[in-house]
């Protein structure tokens, strides 16, 4: 009877070949940490370089840059959008040169959400 184990094929296994089937443990894979950006207010950034940094940058609508630039006017910074740490990072820095460019004291910030 012993030879007769030996010999058993995996068709001839008891509960058939899917018995002998290794599982694969899958592992999950961690999103990345978001980053918010940010926008703080100055007295002396014109709102108009506020609603077109927002256009141009951050993709919004005139009237959505609008509202967003009275709430940076009105509490002093306002999250503008919430990225991957290189999109943020990104986006700071050409928020950042394009206010230098323009002689503008308008500051940009990120922070881990």
Same mark, same amino acid.
């Given at each position: 009877?012993?030879?007769? +184990?030996?010999?058993?094929?995996?068709?001839?296994?008891?509960?058939?070949?899917?018995?002998?089937?290794?599982?694969?443990?899958?592992?999950?894979?961690?999103?990345?940490?978001?980053?918010?950006?940010? +926008?703080?207010?100055?007295?002396?950034?014109?709102?108009? *370089?506020?609603? @077109?940094?927002?256009?141009? *940058?951050?993709?919004? !609508? @005139?009237?959505?840059? *609008?509202?967003?630039?009275?709430?940076? $006017?009105?509490?002093?910074?306002?999250?503008?959008?919430?990225? !991957?740490?290189?999109?943020?990072?990104?986006?700071? !820095?050409?928020?950042?040169? *394009?206010?230098?460019? $323009?002689? @503008?004291?308008?500051?940009?910030?990120?922070?881990?959400?």
């Amino acid at each position: 009877m012993l030879d007769r +184990l030996v010999m058993m094929s995996d068709n001839d296994a008891p509960n058939g070949p899917e018995e002998d089937l290794l599982t694969e443990t899958k592992t999950k894979t961690a999103k990345p940490p978001l980053y918010k950006v940010m +926008l703080l207010n100055d007295d002396y950034t014109p709102m108009e *370089f506020v609603v @077109h940094i927002l256009e141009r *940058f951050f993709g919004m !609508s @005139h009237s959505q840059a *609008f509202e967003l630039m009275l709430i940076v $006017h009105k509490k002093g910074l306002a999250v503008v959008g919430v990225f !991957s740490f290189e999109v943020a990072e990104t986006k700071v !820095s050409q928020v950042m040169d *394009f206010a230098r460019r $323009h002689q @503008h004291p308008l500051q940009c910030t990120m922070e881990k959400e």
